[in-house]
Every structure is written in C-alpha cells, then in structure tokens.
C-alpha cells in the first residue's frame, strides 16, 4: 500500500521556492521562485540577490541611505527575475511559484517570457503601486494568478 502523506505538487513546487528564498544574502526579505511546466518539472529556480560577478560584500544591502544609491534596490536582481534568467528553455505556458507577489517590473519579465500562471505565497505589497500595476498588467494579458493556499503541513530538513 502506498503512503497517503505524501506532499501535493502545490506544496512540493512552493516548497522548492521557499527553500530557494534560504540563499538570498538580503538581510529584510527573502524571495525565491520556482519555475514549473505543464508537465510538472522545475525548468528554474531563483532567488533575490546581487548580479552574477558583483562582491555582494561591496554591494549595499540596507533599505534607507543617503541616496538611493547607498541603498539594495538598484541592485538587487529579484528572484522571478533571476529564475527567468536561470531558465536554458522555453517559458512559454509554465506556471511560477515564488513566495513573494512580483513587482510591475518582475511582472513584464514574467509576461514576457510567456509564464501563464502565478502562484504566490505572500502578498504583503499589495497596495503598493507596484503591486497594484503587476496585477493590472497580468489581466491585460491574460496571465493567471493564485494565491497559495498553505495547507499546514511541516516538512523538516536537516542539513
């Protein structure tokens, strides 16, 4: 008999996602996002973090500073971004969990890329004008989005 406490696509694909948001450096928030097919295979992950060849130990990571440019946000590579850029196939149809609701300009990459469907795990954003265009744009074409629906389940890792 097989077991039946097995964890669902949604709980693995968000899983791999969560997990992936344990590699960002960002001290305020971790993101991660996971790219997935329609035949249930992961095509990329990705995280938020400093460009490929930048010392992230040089870079600045703070929220607030003198200008904008003492701050993380002209830097910082978003993890939707990142898994894009990570993927080496087509995007077109696949379905991205990431943990975080995207932002306008994460929004365009997705649609761009073909991406049909979102899954998100949190929206903390969400009346931010940011947000609140993302989600303009994903109805203008046409691309689905789903909040996460935690089931409560605990997976455990040792590493």
């Not at 993890?79 to 379905?95: H, K, M, Q, V």
């Amino acid at each position: 008999m097989k077991r039946t406490d097995y964890i669902s696509w949604d709980e693995y694909f968000m899983g791999i996602a969560i997990l992936s948001a344990e590699r960002s450096k960002d001290n305020n928030t971790q993101v991660g996002a996971c790219i997935v097919s329609g035949e249930r295979k992961i095509v990329s992950v990705g995280y938020n973090g400093m460009p490929t060849g930048c010392n992230d130990d040089e870079m600045p990571w703070e929220r607030d500073g003198e200008t904008v440019l003492d701050t993380k946000y002209p830097y910082v590579c978003h993890a939707e971004l990142n898994a894009i850029l990570n993927s080496r196939g087509d995007l077109r149809g696949c379905t991205l969990y990431v943990t975080l609701f995207p932002c306008n300009e994460c929004a365009k990459a997705i649609i761009q890329s073909g991406i049909k469907k979102v899954v998100y795990f949190s929206d903390k954003y969400s009346g931010s004008d940011s947000t609140i265009a993302s989600r303009q744009l994903f109805r203008l074409c046409g691309v689905e989005v789903q909040p996460y629906s935690p089931s409560g389940k605990e997976v455990r890792i040792s590493l």
